[in-house]
């Protein structure tokens, strides 16, 4: 018996019959304009203007929310988590509600940000389902959102809410824009347009969906592509001061920037390890060793 109480949620239903699309937020608790710009949706979607149900989940992760850290009281990672267990700690039970949530929806939209350590490019992403019809639902959909990046990765990652729509085979998407200890208010409404755009995608809305230039468009097949804090990180503990901007372009070797010890007699110059696109820096200044850095959209790697 589960001790958790039921996911705080929002359900708008349409005036027309049609499909149900769940859209998740706060599956870190570190992660803040998802869950204001989901607020935002609440506010916007109007039974009249389209038709099947939205499910919309602002705080998924409503322990580690309160703790403003990405992850619970258990220390486990949600996305690392799913599909959770009825019975089993606090993270691993609310793995488990939200997956059943996404076993009753037809499409899936997480959105997530850097948390309050980093600041990342936006970009929509998705597995690459061997499901042919499902990876196009899944292309159409990370299009239609409206980022400049959209980036296709390994279908083989577990314990992701995608992991579960995976599973279930439901088309999902997932996006990243902003974090950083705060709450940028263009991702907002960014985000809460992308999701209105999916919408009218999946044909729930009777609206165009907008011509919106797509900067990078990668697939990559590799095992462990989208998993973001692989690469890149940092050599030693210290100061890290960033020598890039989001959406630079970078090549192998060249410089990412810099850690120093307190008194800044010690430096050591960080190098990229890919050539690629930056998709995330790391903000927050003090850095242990082996914790991330940047994130680099490798730009030379597609799926064949
Ligand atoms: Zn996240």
Redesign the pocket.
Known sequence: MSSLPPIESTVITGQQPGPHLLILGG??GD?YEPMAAIRKLITLLKPAEFSGKVTLVPVLNQPAYERCQ?CGPDDLDL?RTFPGAPDGSITEQIAHQATQLIQSADYLIDL??G?VISDLAPFSGYCLHSDPAILETQRTMARAFGLPVVWGTTATLEGRSLSAARDANVPAIYAEWGGGSQCNATAVSGYAAGCLHVMSALGMRNEPVPEQPIQYEIEDNRDQSGHLQLHNSAPVSGFFEPAIQLMDTVQAGDTLGTICSPLGDEITSIKASQTGVVLGIRTLPYVKQNEWLVVILETDHSAS
């Open positions: 599956v870190h992660e990405r996305a997530h940000t948390g």
